[in-house]
């Protein structure tokens, strides 16, 4: 292992030698004094240089030579170069990045780089065409620390609560959704379909007596639309637990599980993502506002606005709306939109027995945009099997799906929520893309 120290950890080291390594963010090259701003994974620190402009072989002491190849060597040094520096650490508050700096004694450049194609004000599109360079940029680092900690949160808080952790098959025989937004692909001599979601196995781990289940994992949608909130491809948070009485129960166990893991990045980050995304995030209370989706519909179409949809859904504008209103009015940024109309959802949610034109399912919209879908699922497998079939569904193509209903199932429920979207609305992104990764969207395959 090279050995070299982080520059986050230069402040609790004592002056003295250090080696450092990272990219070359700016050269500052004066008469008599160079400045490097050098950057790792960690953070950015001050290297200096007293500058050594001539020597001359005959009479220059070793100590100048170095300094004057030294000089040189930072002369032509280019944004994005990978360097190893070895020098003298020295703390001093007067240094305005972190209070204190390296006085070089050497550099090796460890590997060159040409002229950046993407400059801060390079289109979106450009920029994650050059994704490796653009993730160089401390704020984009930071919202892939965040979601380390979210996901930690998360995790820490379904061990403590009993839940399993599964990691279901992507490739799929049949459409674990709708046949909406579904990728077919090629698998020998027929055909597989990639997973929409892990929807029918984290239900078959209720089957299995597996009690409460989570899954972290990658899901896929053949969604041709160019929204700042839908991917192609995008990681879904499922929690799926059995021994439910209604929604309600999905609900709190979700709304503890956010404000797990807001507090968490809260307390680690909060400072930071003030600082580079001007964004207070604030750890929401308990339990989150629920309404009706009736009444949402009502709310939203009392504030002026005619929802287009004909189907009682609402539109990404009604959410928002829903969301400012529950904001102005209750001060959340979570909102419950609850036990949605029977035709707008799948064959697999329960519907409510005093009103069958309802389910027992919910959206949860945060800060202006679904994030999550849940609901008790149906687990009586004659209710289940009509249900599929009013929705014309034809119950042989949902294969062993059923199956799974017919040896003893436990009342149940859970939901799925889109890790990227609870990250671009936590920290007011206006596109999806910013917080994934590596985007996949309809016209984007590569890096
Ligand atoms: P749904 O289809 O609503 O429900 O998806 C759940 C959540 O996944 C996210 N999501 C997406 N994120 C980015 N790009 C997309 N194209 C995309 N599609 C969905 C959203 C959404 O709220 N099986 C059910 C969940 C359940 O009932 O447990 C399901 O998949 O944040």
Redesign the pocket.
Known sequence: MNTRTLVSDLAALPDGPVTVAGWVETVRDQKKVQFVILRDESGAVQLVNPAVREVDPETADAASADRFAVTEQISALGHGTFVKVTGELKHDERVKLGGLEVKIASLEVVSEALEPPIAADSSLDKRLDYRFLDLRNPKQNLIFRVQTTLLAAFREYWIEHGFIEIHTPKLMASP??SRA?LFEVEYFDTKAYLA????HF?QMAQAAGFGKVFEVGP?F?A?PSFTS????E?V?V???MSWVDSHDDVMRMHEELLAAGFRAVADKHGDEIRELFDVEVTVPSLPFPRIPLAEARRIVEEGGYTIPRTDGDLDPEGERRISAYVKEQLGHEFVFVTDYDTGIR?F??MVHDEDPTITK?Y??VFNGA??????Q?EHRIEVLEAQAREKGLDTAELGSYLDFFRYGMPPHG?????L???LMLMLHEAS?REVIFLFRGPTRLAP
């Not at 909130?229 to 192609?232: C, E, I």
């Not at 679904?370 to 609901?375: D, F, H, N, Q, R």
Request: cysteine-free; aromatic content about 8%.
């Open positions: 674990s959704e937004e929409q979601s892990p929807q984290k899901a949608r969604d909130r839908h991917a192609t995008f879904s499922d929690a799926e799948p697999y949610h399912s959206d949860l679904e994030i999550s879908t849940g609901a699922r859970g939901f799925g929520m889109g990227a979207r609870v999806i």
